[in-house]
């Protein structure tokens, strides 16, 4: 290190960490060189930190007016939170980032339908068809199995439903996709290979990269699926659905639902940002920002984040909803479909939760008691009228 | 001009929340950076204060602050904080910052505000794609590598367009610093007890 322009770049690099272990060696015996030097590099270090913290120092977003809003907001919700968890009796608390989305509504019509008897409707299991990157299909369910992908990439079905990414060995130049597709009446939970949980729901599929590679890590959604990122600031998460994008910030944040032609986020806590084509929008916690596809318009309002999320606790809830998008939800995990003899019922709003691997008539019953809508279960199709 | 921490500890005893705000106003800022300076990210240090500041308005610890021990209090807590978030992300990348973990709020707390806040207008008169560049750095702790990719860039040119600015800013800087050591000195010695 003699030519003294050099000095700065290499100091800068070795505060930074940027220098490999010979770099940093040179650093270090220059400095141990002379008591001049020493001084220099105290004193470039002291000035480095100062342009550091000027920078981090106009970076600085929060306001009083944005964080007071957070902090009524949040008693707000606790409040209505509390009464929740006292029906929901210890519906742990939802940490980490979630995302939802509803897949808009194929009118698929369930062919064997109407030949199982109708005594009770079964609550979906963990299934779900797993696509390698050679296009080879595998059924996963509660066998353990053990895969490895082209990239050296291992993966494990645990027979309970997780289905685990380890990357190799060695770090893979290009990405090799899967897909996972959860059927109707299915579920199934991937941790993968950056560390990242994902929940998916019934009648749900994710595209990813057995190992995220290159500047960001992108997986693409159709359906439903609740996130818990793994906090990488160098590169950024990104969930695509339907043209949405969101990107995920910090580390605590949540879900979002569809109904035809929208896509939805709602975060909990932590920071998203969410796109479709051009801006991207931030969202505070307990917002929920919606897509309407058709013309590509963000409309963000403050909800009430717990029924957006409850299902990845295996809970159904349901906040003043309308009684035709329950049944939507319902028919995906019970695999049965809803044949509104009478069209006004549609509208009728909601509310009341369910566990999911119970009988689901029990929830028709507590419609039944708080509103005119009446059930019957005929086969895999409910008539409401 | 600042509240007084005396204001601010009566009025969040009486959960009034005009002691927040004179809070957020006072400490906030500064409260971030020096997570930040932990975290080496903005935005997460934002979190870590910003969740602090209501856990203290919602709990009872909030309600008895002593206005002697307010300040140590605040930095201790949100370092602690800060400490235990930076254990869930990659330990590697963060190794070369242990200089920043291990200094205590003291020192930051008597840093030279008035060399900041001219470092602080040097940085606001530099091209763009510079403080493009010292942002990803600074403000969210990217690698010279993710930065090159963020901008679209070489990592040559990040290590150039910084390189240049910090250099830019220090010669600027340099006049004032010296009469800045001076004025330094007299308040040091002032506020040693």
Not at chain 1, 116 to 138: C, D, F, W
Not at chain 2, 149 to 172: C, F, P, W
Request: hydrophobic share 40%.
């Amino acid at each position: 290190m003699n030519a003294k322009e050099h000095i700065d770049d290499k100091l800068i690099r070795y505060l930074l960490g940027e220098c490999d272990a010979e770099e940093s060696r040179e650093v270090e015996r220059w400095v141990a060189e002379s008591a001049k030097n020493r001084r220099y590099f105290e004193d470039f270090r002291r000035f480095h930190l100062q342009v550091r913290e000027a920078v981090q120092w106009e970076a600085v977003r929060g306001t009083y007016p944005n964080f007071r809003r957070r902090l009524l907001q949040l008693r707000g919700r606790r409040k209505r939170l509390r009464v929740f968890a006292g029906m929901a009796a210890g519906l742990a608390l939802l940490v980490g980032i979630g995302l939802a989305v509803f897949l808009k509504d194929n009118g698929k019509v369930p062919a064997e339908a109407e030949l199982l008897a109708a005594e009770s409707i079964q609550p979906g299991g963990v299934r779900a068809t797993l696509h390698l990157s050679n296009g080879e299909q595998v059924d996963l369910g509660e066998e353990a199995r053990q895969l490895e992908e082209q990239d050296g990439t291992l993966l494990a079905a645990d027979g309970n439903g997780i289905l685990n990414y380890r990357s190799g060995e060695e770090a893979a130049a290009d990405a090799v996709y899967n897909r996972l597709e959860v059927p109707r009446g299915g579920e199934f939970r991937l941790k993968l290979a950056d560390g990242t949980s994902v929940w998916l729901n019934a009648e749900s599929e994710l595209r990813y990269p057995a190992a995220f590679v290159g500047g960001e890590r992108r997986v693409v959604l159709k359906g439903e699926a609740y996130f818990q990122v793994e906090t990488d600031s160098t590169k950024p998460f990104i969930v695509e659905a339907e043209g949405m994008e969101t990107r995920v910030y910090g580390t605590e944040f949540n879900v979002c639902t569809q109904q035809e032609g929208r896509v939805q986020a709602v975060l909990v806590s932590g920071r998203v940002g969410v796109g479709y084509g051009g801006e991207e929008t931030l969202l505070a916690p307990s917002q929920k920002a919606e897509v309407t596809l058709a013309d590509g318009s963000i409309n963000v309002q403050e909800v009430d984040v717990l029924p957006y999320v409850a299902w990845k606790d295996g809970i159904f809830m349901f906040h003043d909803e309308s009684l035709e998008a329950i049944m939507e939800k319902l028919g995906r995990w019970y695999n049965i479909d809803a044949f509104f003899a009478n069209e006004e019922v549609k509208g009728i709003r909601l509310s009341g939760m369910l566990e999911r691997h119970k009988d689901v008539r029990e929830l028709f019953r507590h419609f039944e008691k708080i509103s005119v809508a009446r059930f019957s279960v005929q086969g895999n199709t409910v008539v409401v009228q | 001009m600042a509240a007084s921490d005396q204001t601010i500890c009566a009025l969040l005893a009486a959960h009034d929340e005009k002691g927040m705000e004179h809070l957020f106003d006072k400490y906030y800022k500064p409260l971030v950076v020096w997570a930040a300076g932990i975290l080496n990210h903005v935005m997460q240090a934002e979190d870590v204060v910003q969740d602090f500041f209501i856990r203290l308005w919602e709990r009872q610890e909030g309600r008895a602050l002593q206005a002697e021990t307010l300040r140590s209090f605040l930095y201790t807590s949100v370092r602690n904080l800060a400490l235990d978030r930076l254990e869930k992300k990659d330990p590697l990348r963060h190794a070369a910052d242990v200089s920043q973990c291990e200094r205590t709020w003291e020192e930051y707390d008597t840093r030279e505000e008035e060399m900041l806040a001219r470092v602080r207008a040097e940085i606001a008169a530099l091209p763009e794609r510079s403080r493009a560049v010292m942002d990803c750095i600074y403000a969210e702790g990217l690698s010279y590598k993710a930065t090159a990719e963020r901008l679209g860039v070489s990592v040559a040119t990040v290590n150039t367009l910084l390189v240049n600015a910090v250099k830019k800013i220090r010669k600027n800087c340099s006049g004032f610093r010296a009469e800045l050591l001076v004025f330094l000195r007299v308040r040091r010695t002032k506020t040693v007890k």
